[in-house]
T-cell receptor, first 109, second 112 residues
Framework: GQSLEQPSEVTAVEGAIVQINCTYQ??????LSWYQQHDGGAPTFLSY????GLEETGRFSSFLSRSDSYGYLLLQELQMKDSASYFC??????????FGAGTRLFVKA | NAGVTQTPKFRILKIGQSMTLQCAQD?????MYWYRQDPGMGLKLIYY???????DKGEVPNGYNVSRSTTEDFPLRLELAAPSQTSVYFC???????????FGPGTRLTVL
């Protein structure tokens, strides 16, 4: 089977850096994705790691270690609009994508 | 491009009723997915399709059926609705099985 674990909540102040971790167990692994979802909205894609290492997209970076079954999303220069839920998702065997339960990020002024 | 569209946006069903949630995409994507999201929770995969005529079960398929007769459309059928199916339903599509998933706006379903 497949399972993912990520913290349920993280709080940080505006301008700070926050890291959201994700560990996974999966049979068959193609990559780890990150999605952002604001309240009442649909998930939107942030980042994808198919290989080990760091991927950077503007203020957001994502890291993957396949040997550790671990990844993280790094958000820099936090803004109030970054307050949202963040989901890690594993693409595994059969091209199923399984999502974690999500991490709710609260950004304080 | 309209992207991924879903209809209806909201629906209230009585227990035992049936309905079809519509999903369409105009990006010529082969892969399409149906998820449900309960309040404060993550997304659970219901069914997915890797191309027209091919569908497979996800994590929570019981009580649902799907079909994929065309590349564009991927309807989700609820038979004999139950209160446990109260949720927000998202449809998504992707060009390749591991690529970015594009989500529709969702359908908020309440079963009373």
């Amino acid at each position: 089977g497949q399972s993912l674990e990520q913290p349920s909540e993280v709080t940080a102040v505006e301008g700070a850096i926050v890291q959201i971790n994700c560990t996974y167990q999966t049979s068959g692994f193609y990559g780890l994705s990150w999605y952002q979802q604001h309240d009442g909205g649909a998930p939107t894609f942030l980042s994808y790691n198919g290989l080990d290492g760091l991927e950077e997209t503007g203020r957001f970076s994502s890291f993957l270690s396949r040997s550790d079954s671990y990844g993280y999303l790094l958000l820099q220069e936090l803004q109030m609009k970054d307050s949202a839920s963040y989901f890690c998702a594993v693409s595994g065997g059969g091209f199923k994508t399984i999502f974690g339960a999500g991490t709710r990020l609260f950004v304080k002024a | 491009n309209a992207g991924v569209t879903q209809t209806p946006k909201f629906r209230i069903l009585k227990i035992g009723q049936s309905m079809t949630l519509q999903c369409a995409q105009d990006m010529n994507h082969n892969y399409m997915y149906w998820y449900r999201q309960d309040p404060g929770m993550g997304l659970k995969l219901i069914y997915y399709s890797v191309g027209a005529g091919i569908t497979d079960k996800g994590e929570v398929p019981n009580g649902y059926n799907v079909s994929r007769s065309t590349t564009e459309d991927f309807p989700l059928r609820l038979e004999l609705a139950a209160p446990s199916q109260t949720s927000v339903y998202f449809c998504a599509s992707t060009a390749g099985g591991t690529d970015t998933q594009y989500f529709g706006p969702g359908t908020r379903l309440t079963v009373l």
